[in-house]
């Protein structure tokens, strides 16, 4: 919790709710403790038969605060993820205005090498579109990628377009997606395409 709380004292904004989550979990984690030691106390009776009950008792108490412990670690750790995203979004769009225009021209060069090419219009292919799609289903649903390598427009595109539009493959994978790679290739700029997909 110490953690936590010195990381987000110097900021603003979302910070005030990070502040006010760990603040919470902070009450119920002495909420927790002030019931173990007042039920603790009731245990310490001197009686013959609450000596003998003691023992069961002390068992389930200790295992109902560790699973409030738990739980506790739990709602922190949550609570550390969702503000490592959010300082990892803050990061993302503070990025530059040169940054960004770089990604937008990237974005678009990407588009201009789209195709729309429907599997009617291809012409050839298919003993291709054959072997690929046998590689594919081979695997079975664990396979995830076949590499169609050739120079440059002989149709690698055209051909993995129409495997990735066949019947057989829609019908055998469960999820499938189509994204553009470029040459200058990101790894964030690929997921978010998959993403969107």
Do not use: P
């Not at 609570?79 to 769009?93: G, L, M, P």
């Not at 469960?174 to 998959?194: D, F, I, P, Q, T």
């Amino acid at each position: 919790m110490k953690e936590l709380l010195s990381s987000t004292k110097s900021k603003k904004g979302m910070e005030h709710t990070v502040l006010d989550q760990i603040r919470d979990v902070s009450h119920l984690a002495e909420d927790v403790i002030d019931t173990f030691v007042a039920k603790v106390s009731i245990y310490k009776t001197r009686t013959i038969l609450g000596r003998m009950l003691r023992g069961f008792g002390q068992a389930r108490l200790l295992r109902d605060v560790a699973e409030k412990i738990d739980k506790i670690k739990a709602t922190l750790n949550e609570i550390r993820d969702n503000k490592s995203k959010y300082d990892a979004f803050k990061e993302t769009k503070n990025q530059s205005a040169a940054e960004e225009e770089e990604e937008e021209e990237r974005a678009q060069s990407v588009q201009k090498l789209k195709r729309n090419v429907e599997e009617d219009d291809v012409v050839g292919f298919v003993q291709d579109s054959k072997v690929v799609i046998t590689r594919l289903l081979e695997g079975g649903s664990d396979r995830n990628a076949v590499s169609i390598i050739a120079m440059g427009g002989l149709g690698k595109t055209t051909l993995a377009r129409k495997v990735y539009n066949s019947t057989q493959v829609k019908q055998h994978f469960k999820y499938r997606a189509w994204v553009y790679v470029s040459n200058e290739c990101r790894v964030k700029e690929l997921l978010l395409g998959l993403l969107k997909t």
